[in-house]
């Protein structure tokens, strides 16, 4: 019996040995097929810290070189990779994570992500640039922080002020879950891309703070934003030329000036815009609600297929309006943008400006197809009725409408 106990024990201590030296083995193994810095999450996937790279959390350092390091390594990994910006504040200057990448990538900031305050530090047009990645996820609860007072003194000059974080020539992307602060330009944008999703974002800046748009778009295609609270010094959201198939939800805006489509026309080589979808949102003391805008003396492109519905506006100067007289002090020319099948349904709340809806159109193009469906608008205080501007559109008038339907457009 003695024996047989001892065989047992004897053969026990042998597994458990084996199992150790197995996973010995295994880790050795992992550690050499993985860069440094990395490590193997429970789900799969490496997971690159940029502490592991140099990185220091001192709110002082430039760390854009450990990011980038870190993203290289990631990006050169055999399978899914995640680099982690981990709690604490890292100052960076401009960085660029490029790919393509071997997998999918995920730059996941827990912390704050701080813009370094020295203007000489940025050679581009942004601060934090994704480029020609597929297959990428940017989240992770964290701030990421443009100190736009150091910089909002220099707008309006030459050159744009650095957008917090640019997506460029991306597709299949998320970018959800996170906060944007104080952005020098523009806080985020989403250029030359496809299939991406952003939301559940929080981005905020002063009313007075210039050009700090929350989110801008350009040259994309199938793109859903929903589900996010933005307030800045410029327009909530701005969706440029050429992006198709675009729907927007959910959105709380304020302040701000609105979710204005356009400003279109500005350059030669703009591209058509079509399929734009935007539902369900409030605005709130915002100096636009709906908008369409365009340059005078544009190149000749188009606008179409364009819906806001069900869109509540409290106390908003300019809840309705096309303008496409943008701009007109410096350029004469009347524009060449074709605005058609815009819808405007289920708006209601209140104005501050007499003047609720404004359908102000280009004669060398005018508007057609525009639809005004149950408008239900009231004054914010007490000036008389709302009234109704148009010029140069076509336009149709279904269910309640207030302010009165007009009965022609000059």
Same mark, same amino acid.
């Given at each position: 019996?003695?024996?047989?106990?001892?065989?047992?024990?004897?053969?026990?201590?042998?597994?458990?040995?084996?199992?150790?030296?197995?996973?010995?083995?295994?880790?050795?193994?992992?550690?050499?097929?993985?860069?440094?810095?990395?490590?193997?999450?429970?789900?799969?996937?490496?997971?690159?810290?940029?502490?592991?790279?140099?990185?220091?959390?001192?709110?002082?350092?430039?760390?854009?070189?450990?990011?980038?390091?870190?993203?290289?390594?990631?990006?050169?990994?055999?399978?899914?990779?995640?680099?982690?910006?981990?709690?604490?504040?890292?100052?960076?200057?401009?960085?660029?994570?490029?790919?393509?990448?071997?997998?999918?990538?995920?730059?996941?900031?827990?912390?704050?992500?701080?813009?370094?305050?020295?203007?000489?530090?940025?050679?581009?047009?942004?601060?934090?640039?994704?480029?020609?990645?597929?297959?990428?996820?940017?989240?992770?609860?964290?701030?990421?922080?443009?100190?736009?007072?150091?910089?909002?003194?220099?707008?309006?000059?030459?050159?744009?002020?650095?957008?917090?974080?640019?997506?460029?020539?991306?597709?299949?992307?998320?970018?959800?879950?996170?906060?944007?602060?104080?952005?020098?330009?523009?806080?985020?944008?989403?250029?030359?891309?496809?299939?991406?999703?952003?939301?559940?974002?929080?981005?905020?800046?002063?009313?007075?703070?210039?050009?700090?748009?929350?989110?801008?778009?350009?040259?994309?295609?199938?793109?859903?934003?929903?589900?996010?609270?933005?307030?800045?010094?410029?327009?909530?959201?701005?969706?440029?030329?050429?992006?198709? @198939? =675009?729907?927007?939800? +959910? !959105? $709380?805006?304020?302040?701000?000036?609105?979710?204005?489509? &356009?400003?279109?026309? %500005?350059?030669?080589?703009?591209? @058509? =815009?079509?399929?734009? +979808? !935007? $539902?369900?949102?409030?605005?709130?003391?915002?100096?636009? &609600?709906?908008?369409? %805008?365009?340059?005078?003396?544009?190149?000749?492109?188009?606008?179409?297929?364009?819906?806001?519905?069900?869109?509540?506006?409290?106390?908003?100067?300019?809840?309705?309006?096309?303008?496409?007289?943008?701009?007109?002090?410096?350029?004469?020319?009347?524009?060449?943008?074709?605005?058609?099948?815009?819808?405007?349904?289920?708006?209601?709340?209140?104005?501050?400006?007499?003047?609720?809806?404004?359908?102000?159109?280009?004669?060398?193009?005018?508007?057609?197809?525009?639809?005004?469906?149950?408008?239900?608008?009231?004054?914010?205080?007490?000036?008389?009725?709302?009234?109704?501007?148009?010029?140069?559109?076509?336009?149709?008038?279904?269910?309640?409408?207030?302010?009165?339907?007009?009965?022609?457009?000059?």
């Amino acid at each position: 019996m003695a024996i047989l106990v001892g065989a047992s024990r004897l053969i026990a201590a042998c597994l458990v040995l084996g199992v150790a030296c197995f996973t010995a083995i295994n880790g050795v193994e992992a550690q050499q097929n993985h860069p440094f810095g990395a490590r193997r999450s429970l789900l799969g996937g490496a997971i690159f810290d940029i502490t592991k790279f140099e990185a220091k959390a001192d709110g002082t350092t430039d760390n854009a070189m450990p990011i980038i390091r870190a993203w290289n390594a990631a990006c050169r990994s055999p399978g899914a990779a995640k680099v982690v910006i981990p709690r604490g504040n890292f100052m960076a200057g401009e960085i660029v994570l490029a790919g393509p990448c071997s997998a999918q990538m995920t730059l996941e900031i827990q912390g704050t992500l701080l813009a370094n305050p020295d203007p000489s530090t940025y050679t581009g047009g942004s601060w934090i640039m994704l480029q020609k990645v597929d297959n990428v996820v940017v989240t992770g609860g964290g701030t990421i922080n443009g100190q736009g007072k150091n910089y909002w003194q220099y707008a309006g000059g030459d050159s744009p002020l650095p957008v917090s974080l640019v997506f460029q020539t991306v597709g299949n992307a998320k970018l959800y879950n996170l906060k944007f602060v104080d952005s020098m330009g523009f806080h985020s944008k989403v250029t030359d891309s496809h299939d991406v999703s952003v939301q559940q974002l929080r981005i905020n800046a002063p009313a007075d703070s210039p050009n700090t748009d929350g989110i801008h778009l350009s040259s994309s295609k199938n793109v859903n934003i929903t589900d996010s609270v933005i307030g800045t010094g410029d327009d909530c959201i701005s969706i440029g030329h050429g992006v198709v @198939n =675009l729907a927007i939800a +959910r !959105i $709380t805006c304020g302040p701000g000036h609105g979710i204005s489509i &356009g400003s279109l026309g %500005k350059r030669v080589d703009e591209t @058509n =815009l079509k399929g734009v +979808r !935007i $539902t369900n949102c409030t605005l709130i003391a915002t100096t636009n &609600g709906a908008r369409i %805008k365009t340059y005078h003396d544009s190149p000749q492109i188009t606008a179409s297929d364009i819906v806001f519905q069900d869109i509540k506006m409290i106390d908003v100067k300019h809840p309705i309006i096309i303008d496409q007289h943008y701009n007109s002090k410096t350029k004469p020319g009347e524009s060449k943008v074709k605005i058609s099948n815009a819808r405007f349904v289920n708006i209601k709340g209140s104005s501050t400006s007499p003047v609720a809806v404004t359908l102000n159109c280009s004669s060398a193009a005018p508007c057609e197809g525009i639809q005004l469906e149950n408008i239900d608008l009231v004054p914010s205080r007490s000036m008389g009725p709302l009234t109704s501007a148009c010029s140069h559109a076509k336009f149709l008038f279904k269910g309640i409408q207030n302010p009165k339907a007009l009965a022609n457009c000059v």
